[in-house]
């Protein structure tokens, strides 16, 4: 008897004692009967030895018909939800090894490195079947991950349209707030939304445009962190207070540019600037909780010289101006030996703090043969 000529339930016992499923998957492309045979099996087998990671793997790459197999096999869910807020804390800061991160699945659709805000109408069309397949078959579309993020609003952050849309129109919560008091209307902000997705959110979502997070953080401080000027101006056409100061006094003009991956803004910034200087009626000389101004950052931390010429020539920022420390933006660049920027503050009448010898004798330096 040829293998092909057993029975079916003597194929699948056969099967069962293979030990992957690639050893599996080959064996059922050795013919057409063995592989109509043994394609369900290679499903069920994913779910109960593989904690359905072929169902993660479908959603990433918008594999529409591989997750109506994992459906049909029972695929589990409901993995990687997270509502421990001290789980999520320790993940995030243990190495990687120790505790295993996962996800709920809808954010398996938008994490796939690659995946882009504009995907072709197919791939779009497949993510947001996928969506409603999930959503058909019990998946929670706001099951929370890390820092109790949604979905929602992680495609929010990241301005994925071919994701955000969908999981709206399936009855994703527009209210949601992550571990940080995030809302949809912060990552979208923060994300470089479009005027369209901000609109959604304010007026048929009802979002607060001056809403703040746990540090006091408005959508504007989020959007100026990431130097969106778009959403920057959107959101004070619509409201949004740019003078409106966090918990530690700093308004959105004090974070431009400032996140983790990016701790200091680039000369791309300034158009964000002018914005909040002069559609959001920003004080170029605004100082935060401590009198640090603009100006003082932009010494402090070597920012590109093209924004403290805007800051003086441009919009008047005060060159004398002296923050809780008593230093003048001129104490800083001494200290950075910014001669450029020395030279500039002098040029337009800066002085230094008092009794500050180093700063004079640098400047004596720079200016005193009569400049560089």
Do not use: C
């Given at each position: 008897m040829i293998l092909t000529d057993l029975p079916n339930e003597l194929i699948l016992e056969t099967v069962s004692f293979f030990d992957s499923e690639v050893d599996i998957n080959a064996f059922a492309r050795a013919c057409k009967k063995l592989y109509s045979v043994l394609n369900p099996s290679l499903y069920r087998y994913n779910v109960q030895h593989h904690e359905s990671s072929a169902l993660q793997w479908a959603?990433?790459?918008?594999?529409?018909?591989?997750?109506?197999?994992?459906?049909?096999?029972?695929?589990?869910?409901?993995?990687?939800?997270?509502?421990?807020?001290?789980?999520?804390?320790?993940?995030?800061?243990?190495?990687?090894?120790?505790?295993?991160?996962?996800?709920?699945?809808?954010?398996?659709?938008?994490?796939?490195?690659?995946?882009?805000?504009?995907?072709?109408?197919?791939?779009?069309?497949?993510?947001?079947?996928?969506?409603?397949?999930?959503?058909?078959?019990g998946a929670d579309i706001n099951a929370r991950g890390l820092m109790l993020k949604s979905a929602l609003l992680v495609s929010a952050s990241r301005a994925n349209y071919a994701v955000f849309w969908p999981l709206i129109e399936n009855g994703a919560d527009i209210n949601t707030v992550d571990y940080d008091g995030t809302t949809v209307l912060h990552a979208a902000a923060a994300g470089g939304c479009c005027d369209a997705v901000l609109q959604y959110l304010i007026t048929t979502g009802g979002l607060d445009v001056n809403v703040r997070d746990k540090e006091e953080k408005t959508p504007l401080h989020y959007a100026?962190?990431?130097?969106?000027?778009?959403?920057?101006?959107?959101?004070?056409?619509?409201?949004?207070?740019?003078?409106?100061?966090?918990?530690?006094?700093?308004?959105?003009?004090?974070t431009m540019g400032m996140d983790l991956a990016t701790p200091r803004p680039d000369a791309s910034a300034l158009p964000a600037f002018r914005v909040l200087f002069t559609?959001?009626?920003?004080?170029?000389?605004?100082?935060?909780?401590?009198?640090?101004?603009?100006?003082?950052?932009?010494?402090?931390?070597?920012?590109?010289?093209?924004?403290?010429?805007?800051?003086?020539?441009?919009?008047?920022a005060d060159v004398n101006a002296k923050n809780a420390r008593w230093k003048t933006a001129a104490d800083y660049a001494n200290e950075k030996n910014a001669r450029h920027l020395l030279r500039l503050l002098r040029d337009h009448?800066?002085?230094?703090?008092?009794?500050?010898?180093?700063?004079?004798?640098?400047?004596?330096?720079?200016?005193?043969?009569?400049?560089?």
């Open positions: 959603a990433k790459l918008a594999r529409r018909a591989t997750v109506e197999h994992m459906l049909h096999a029972r695929a589990d869910l409901h993995a990687g939800a997270q509502t421990d807020q001290d789980y999520t804390l320790a993940a995030l800061r243990a190495p990687k090894s120790t505790i295993p991160i996962d996800y709920p699945i809808f954010h398996y659709l938008i994490k796939e490195q690659g995946v882009t805000a504009e995907p072709d109408e197919q791939e779009a069309a497949d993510r947001a079947a996928i969506i409603r397949l999930l959503v058909k078959n100026a962190e990431k130097a969106q000027t778009s959403a920057l101006r959107f959101l004070i056409k619509n409201g949004g207070d740019a003078n409106a100061a966090d918990i530690y006094g700093k308004l959105p003009s004090h559609d959001g009626g920003v004080d170029i000389n605004a100082g935060n909780r401590r009198g640090t101004t603009v100006l003082h950052l932009a010494a402090k931390h070597a920012w590109p010289i093209a924004l403290s010429e805007a800051f003086v020539i441009e919009f008047g009448g800066a002085g230094t703090s008092h009794g500050n010898h180093d700063v004079e004798e640098n400047l004596e330096q720079v200016f005193g043969d009569g400049g560089m």
